[in-house]
């Protein structure tokens, strides 16, 4: 199909004003459910090809578009605040580098065996990155929201789902945990993880998966990090995921291989304590020469499927460079092509108005 010439229009910025919600459950009417017959549309940090990358105007902007999940990082700061936060350090997608005050802190640390120099999120409090304003991480994208939006809190995240007109879901990582419990201590003892769920428990989020309390306010939890989605197994019965990186990453924790992470034996393992997997693409099926063959097929899909285990593939973008020929130049021939042959359960898209159109003008019921 060719959806060249589709015209979306243009969602005035002006939607997305006020920066700060109240954790409050949306009143009113009884709130349009969840979707739960097509593959789910997950916002990756928002709708960030739009938007700077984790605020709450990208999140609003999602929800807006359609988005049946919003997704977010969750690092900590030096005083233990959680905050929404892809990277460890600040400069690449925030003017930390601007603030004088701020230039003695740059710091190197060994992160995943990597010495990286840099200004980090734990060697800031919450109240001294409140200071710093995001832009966006790729200079491709439209710049004009640079330097207008603030870092924001998990719990800020949350109230922006809670206070959707429709049911909106939330999905989580527990960003770099072994870096966070190793350089941020909590005056009570407890750990990263501990204090990740214990603020999806304060907002109300609880129950297995499609259980009515899990409809009500559904959630994925996700992590590249093994032991910590075993380890918050015995803290609540909320649906997990397992992230997988490229072929030649190790787990941060276990230090475990691509292979070994997605052989049989340790779906066996860890099916027991996830729902599913959320691997790259190219861990599912690799480019070559930037073409898709059906003779690259990992098999992942298949695997993870007999397993019983969802698969939610990271991360679909819009640009002509993240698009590989076979679907020719056209973000919507890559979305046919994952939903309807590779058969996903959920994509982490960065265009979440482009996916949801996507699957409003191809659904029969339209849902």
Known sequence: MNWIGIIVPFIAVSVIGGCVGRPLLHPGPIRKPLQTIRPYN????????ELPEETLAAYRRAVQEGADFIESDILASKDGVLICFHDLKLENTTDV????????????????????????VVDFTFEELKLLRVKQRFGFRDPQYNGKFSLITFEEFISVALHAKRVVGIYPEIKNPVFINQHVKWSDGKKFEDKFVETLKKYGYKG???SKEWLKQPVFIQSFAPTSLTYI?????????LLIADPPTRTE?????????????YF???NKYVVGIGPSKAAILPSVDNHLSETSNTGLVAKAHAHGL????????????????????DPYEEYDFWINKIEVDGLFTDFAGSLHNFQEWTSEKGN
């Not at 924790?253 to 034996?265: A, K």
């Not at 993240?322 to 679907?327: A, G, S």
């Open 42 to 49: 997950i916002a990756h940090r928002g709708s960030n090809g």
């Open 97 to 120: 580098a601007n603030h004088k005050q701020f230039a003695h802190r740059k710091r190197s640390y060994q992160v995943q065996g990597v010495n990286t120099t840099g200004w980090f």
């Open 208 to 210: 297995s998966y499609m």
């Open 233 to 241: 197994a015995n803290l609540t019965d909320l649906p997990k995921v």
């Open 253 to 265: 924790d276990t230090n475990q291989s691509f292979f070994e992470i997605t052989s049989d034996s």
């Open 268 to 270: 066996n393992f860890i």
């Open 310 to 329: 969802q698969v939610h593939p990271y991360t679909f973008r819009n640009e002509n460079m993240y698009l590989t020929f076979n679907f020719k130049q």
